[in-house]
């Protein structure tokens, strides 16, 4: 089956920037996604690419998409402790259910 | 702002027994799922929900797992026979469309974390 993966953990300090990275191995997707899930809630879903586009800006996310290597990023500016939470990454085809990874903690300390 | 709720948070049982996770998904939503987390892997497909029949299934919603839209708000998940490898954070999502169609996003519950003692 199609995998994504991630890596678990990133620690930055506050008003850097964060970049978290994850590889996919479906050379068919067609989206691939960010959800975001802050403690006690559910996934919330970011921000979402086309597999034909190479970046995505939206106010302090960028979301760079690299189709050749099945490497996806997210990076958030000015990393702020509000952004403490566990970002999970996604892929699917159109019309299929995503494939998650197991997410990716970020840790803001000041 | 309408959000998917889940109960309970936190369900502790003995293996073998049944549990029954309980969802509400929101309302004008016509897309169901449940997926599962074991602690530190990732977040697994179980199941979707559409027309009062299963859409789709994983390998992983075998016949232990069923589930059901008893009435017009809430959405089960029901484990027979639970055994220690079940115990895993549960999350329900509901969406306006299918997931994977163009702008369609899902909508997650809190998620409920089930042990198996």
């Known amino acids: 089956g199609e995998d994504v993966e991630q890596s678990l953990f990133l620690s930055v300090r506050e008003g850097d920037s964060s970049v978290i990275n994850c590889t996919y191995t479906d050379s068919s997707s067609t989206y691939l996604y960010w959800y975001k899930q802050e403690p006690g809630a559910g996934l919330q879903l970011l921000t979402y690419?086309?597999?034909?586009?190479d970046m995505k800006q939206d106010q302090r996310l960028t979301v760079l998409l690299n189709k050749k290597d099945k490497h996806l990023s997210l990076r958030i500016a000015d990393t702020q402790t509000g952004d403490s939470a566990i970002y999970f990454c996604?892929?699917?085809?159109?019309?299929?259910?995503?494939?998650f990874g197991r997410g990716t903690s970020l840790i803001v300390h000041p | 702002e309408p959000e998917v709720t889940q109960t309970p948070s936190h369900q502790v049982t003995q293996m073998g027994q049944e549990v029954i996770l309980r969802c509400v998904p929101i309302s004008n939503h016509l897309y169901f799922y449940w997926y599962r987390q074991i602690l530190g892997q990732k977040v697994e497909f179980l199941v979707s929900f559409y027309n009062n029949e299963i859409s789709e299934k994983s390998e992983i919603f075998d016949d232990q797992f069923s589930v059901e839209r008893p009435d017009g708000s809430n959405f089960t998940l029901k484990i027979r026979s639970t055994k220690l490898e079940d115990s895993a954070m549960y999350f329900c999502a509901s969406s306006e469309r299918q997931q994977g169609s163009l702008g369609t996003e899902a909508f997650f519950g809190q998620g409920t974390r089930l042990t198996v003692v």
């Open positions: 996604a892929e699917s085809r159109e019309g299929y259910i995503p494939t």
């Open positions: 690419i086309f597999s034909n586009m």
